[in-house]
């Protein structure tokens, strides 16, 4: 029955990688805000809860409202992305279902039903339930977003860090055994604190812009001081938050994906007391040589700060692009292989797979000793399985240039936001807010667009910098894709780029008008 | 719990989230009806009120069915989702025009018009019952696939396959598909009919329901007893649970319900549930809780169809390309450490229905009014 199949046409592994980071791309533009709104509208309702001033119930409303304009596109996107590993992704999906599908099947029944049902009683329940019910299902709504974060990210963590499996030979795939190590890796725990917290900023800009625009036109100026004071505040810890966060994140980064740390800073070669590049000329629109190059050229850097990002030692050593594909030592002793000895021994272990299921389930009737030998040279060179499908090294670099500007993006827009609180929050307590110049209430404005470029860039970072592999070290994205035509995966690329972006289009144009509204005040 | 139980396990488990989420189509099936049903505009915006406080249900048991199934039964995920990718695609645009629909159909600027977002509700409202009735149907017809897990170590690596160009809208080729489709959407449609005149407190709309829920009710089951007849008398797919070969059974599902009478019974007790449901509501003129048996006898019912196609050693997803390829719970699922440790998290399940139902009766203790449209919050 093997290899009766077509060869799989490289396009479809392109269009197919379009696709779902199209899909995730979209995603991202409504989730965060959604976490980050729950956070503001939950604190608002608990004031109205405490004050029973239908002021804070007026505020809440209003939040909620958007909220939950912005609450369906996060659902339409999301069910698209958890269906695209089965519909895009199979092979994946059979070779690491065992493992992955176990936290998607626990959002679906923890998170997903928790969210829907407690929204329903959030929008619907005000005079149906009592005040405290609707607090605690305003506030299970935004848990339920959370939780959901938690398990897909843990998903995804697993992706970037495959940690608590086993490969079966006779299975086929890789097969969960320490579902502790799945669901707590470090690896997840850091990424779901870094991706929520930078939610929360989303959530806490567009809240502090909004109020903004009203003192800016002279209107509801209560509703906007009151929740520039909250999300200036929420802001302003979520965003060093994040950057503390994100200082582990990248720390385990360098642990467990160098190749993605040597990708963000354009690092070509290595080795101790390394400097963190601040900027640096390295061309957007290629793939720089760093075999020939010493650096990227026109570097400004921070002396030590990489080394102390990636190993928390000013005199740490980082591997560079070219130590990764030709083999170092590490600072331990321990000697990390080279590219092409890696891909040698992914290859034998492809073979040793195939000569075990021969000799197993073949027509030879296997010998045991034979079957035995196999199994274990399977066994010493499985860690490098994924190399086999690898052809040549140049494919194990991600395109530099994404990685290295999008990490300055995320990284110089965080620290903006920062600033950006501290000064709001300045005018709040040492001045006067809402006779603030108009500059701080027009920066507040740009901020929106900022954060979600620096969010969006995070998870391009992220992504980006672990191609070629769907799973770290253990699968490529060639052997992960579903076998389609291209053209069926370009015409629904084309379909959710149409349908995604007129509905991102009327979405905005609904939340502009409902701003443009105001707050429905229950008093009149 | 030895493995053996855990598949049988889960496959009741991804067969009950089926059976629920064939109950909550109602939404579909009301919003398929929404310009019957609601008349005027105002009628309109009361039903689509009606199921948009519920919608959000169907949708994540959808999504939760299909994680479920990734989950414990990683083979049809991929085999399914990857080979039936236009069937499956045409299910989930549906349902993403619908996720939108409710919240944007009648906000200022929605750019779009009223009308087009309603239409999108009645889209979603046709296709998306019928296509995922046509899916579940060829648990019992089988699909055109191959799985060669022995592909991993040649040169093209990707181990599931559709055997033909297009990648599963053939299932729409075959009547007997199509027939089970259609009377999944005329079930939804009169789940639908149920639903709004029970949550609806709105005489001119139960009174054009009522007269609706006849011809519905009609084209169901004469659709429904087709199928069934045509189910108990076809061949089935079987399998050796020893040596896991797969083999075609005459009357395999007729021999199933035989064998496992208390499928049987569940298949019984949920027919006749359905039909009292039903003929209550259309013989009485102040019944309107018919939704509750007729809904409950859905469950029942579908859960007992697909414990048939899955239990009693029969391959559930059945190949007609290769009948060795053919899908069954032993072959296709989880190791036993990850359906042992998802058992566990199952537990949560009973948890997660009682806050629902407390959501669900707090939200529904007043029915839906055209004042409460106008004066509270609304869609």
């Known amino acids: ?524 | 719990m030895s493995y053996e139980f855990l598949q049988q396990y889960w496959w009741f488990l991804v067969s009950l989230l089926g059976a629920l989420l064939v109950f909550l189509l109602f939404v579909q099936g009301a919003n398929s009806l929404v310009g019957s049903l609601g008349g005027d505009a105002e009628g309109r915006r009361l039903v689509i009120n009606s199921t948009g406080r519920k919608w959000e249900l169907t949708f994540t048991t959808l999504v939760t069915f299909g994680g479920a199934f990734f989950a414990s039964f990683p083979l049809f995920y991929s085999t399914s989702f990857g080979g039936a990718y236009w069937l499956w695609m045409l299910i989930l645009f549906t349902f993403v025009l619908q996720a939108v629909s409710y919240e944007f159909q009648n906000k200022l600027g929605n750019l779009l018009g009223v009308k087009t977002f309603q239409t999108f509700l009645v889209i979603n409202g046709i296709l998306g019952p019928l296509l995922l009735g046509g899916a579940v149907a060829t648990f019992f017809e089988g699909s055109n696939f191959i799985v060669a897990k022995d592909n991993l170590t040649g040169i093209q690596p990707v181990i599931s396959q559709w055997a033909n160009a297009s990648h599963g809208l053939d299932a729409l080729l075959n009547p007997w598909v199509l027939v089970f489709g259609f009377a999944v959407f005329s079930l939804a449609r009169t789940l639908g009919i149920l639903y709004v005149m029970n949550n609806v407190a709105d005489e001119n709309i139960r009174s054009r329901a009522s007269v609706r829920l006849v011809g519905t009710t009609i084209v169901f089951l004469l659709l429904f007893v087709a199928y069934l007849v045509h189910l108990l008398l076809k061949d089935g797919y079987a399998y050796d649970p020893a040596t896991g070969v797969i083999s075609i059974e005459p009357y395999k599902y007729l021999h199933n319900f035989l064998e496992m009478w208390y499928l049987l019974a569940l298949l019984l007790i949920g027919v006749v549930l359905v039909l009292y449901g039903i003929i209550r509501t259309i013989v009485s003129k102040t019944y309107i809780g018919g939704i509750w048996p007729t809904g409950i006898g859905t469950v029942l019912t579908v859960l007992a169809l697909l414990l048939c196609a899955g239990w009693n050693n029969t391959a559930y997803y059945p190949s007609t390309a290769d009948l060795q390829s053919s899908l069954t719970i032993a072959n296709s699922c989880s190791s036993e450490f990850t359906l042992c440790t998802m058992a566990y998290v199952s537990l949560l399940i009973p948890f997660v229905l009682a806050y629902i139902i407390i959501a669900w009766r707090k939200i529904d203790r007043k029915k839906l009014g055209r004042e409460e449209i106008a004066t509270d919050e609304a869609y």
Request: with cysteine; charged share 15%.
């Open chain 1, 1 to 524: 029955m093997s290899n009766i199949l077509l060869t799989i046409d490289t396009s479809t592994i392109e269009w197919s990688r379009a696709q779902f980071a199209l899909t995730a791309i979209y995603h991202w533009l409504f989730v965060p805000l959604t976490l980050g709104l729950a956070v503001i509208m939950g604190i608002m309702e608990t004031c109205y809860y405490r004050t029973k001033d239908t002021f804070w119930k007026d505020a809440a409303k209003f939040w909620q409202k958007l909220f939950g304009i912005n609450f369906a596109m996060g659902v339409a996107t999301g069910i698209i992305l958890e269906f695209e590993f089965g519909t895009n992704w199979s092979n994946y999906s059979w070779l690491v279902g065992d493992i992955f599908g176990a936290p998607l099947a626990i959002e679906g029944i923890v998170a997903f039903f928790m969210e829907s049902t407690f929204v329903a009683v959030m929008f619907f329940g005000w005079k149906k339930v009592s005040a405290g019910f609707h607090l605690a299902s305003t506030w299970l709504t935004g848990l339920g977003a959370t939780i959901s974060a938690w398990w897909i990210l843990v998903a995804n963590a697993w992706m970037q860090y495959p940690v608590g499996c086993e490969f079966n030979p006779d299975t086929m795939r890789n097969e969960m055994v320490s579902f502790a190590e799945v669901a707590l890796s470090p690896f997840a725990i850091d990424k779901f604190c870094h991706t929520v917290i930078s939610a929360w900023i989303i959530g806490a800009v567009f809240t502090v812009a909004v109020s903004c625009w009203y003192l800016l036109k002279g209107r509801e100026k209560k509703l906007a001081l009151e929740s520039i004071k909250i999300g200036a505040i929420v802001g302003l810890v979520a965003s060093v938050g994040a950057a503390l966060t994100g200082h582990h994140s990248a720390f385990r980064v360098a642990e467990v994906q160098p190749m993605k740390l040597a990708a963000m800073e354009a690092l070509y070669n290595g080795g101790t007391d390394q400097s963190l590049t601040a900027i640096a000329l390295v061309n957007p629109f290629a793939q720089p040589d760093y075999e020939n190059e010493a650096e990227a050229p026109l570097k400004i850097a921070v002396p030590y700060a990489l080394s102390i990002l990636a190993t928390n030692d000013p005199h740490g050593y980082v591997p560079g692009i070219n130590d990764i594909l030709n083999g170092y030592t590490k600072p331990d002793g321990t000697v990390e292989l080279s590219a092409d000895e890696k891909i040698e021994r992914g290859k034998k272990a492809i073979e040793a797979l195939a000569a075990y299921r021969q000799a197993k389930y073949g027509s030879s009737d296997g010998d045991a000793s034979v079957v035995a030998y196999h199994l274990e040279v399977l066994k010493e060179n499985m860690p490098y399985f994924g190399y086999g499908y690898i052809r040549d090294k140049s494919e194990l670099v991600p395109f530099v240039p994404v990685n290295f500007y999008a990490f300055r993006i995320m990284v110089g827009v965080g620290c903006l936001l920062i600033l950006f609180f501290m000064v709001v929050l300045f005018f709040v307590y040492k001045k006067d807010i809402t006779a603030a110049p108009k500059w701080l209430y027009w920066s507040a404005l740009a901020m929106i667009p900022l954060a979600y470029i620096a969010s969006e860039s995070g998870w391009l970072v992220a992504e980006f910098g672990r191609q070629p592999w769907t799973i770290q070290d253990m699968l490529p994205t060639w052997a992960s894709v579903s076998n389609l035509h291209s053209s069926s995966v370009m015409l629904t690329f084309f379909i959710f780029l149409i349908l995604f972006t007129t509905m991102l289009a009327v979405e905005i144009n609904i939340l502009v008008k409902q701003i443009k509204k105001g707050p429905e005040h229950e008093n009149n």
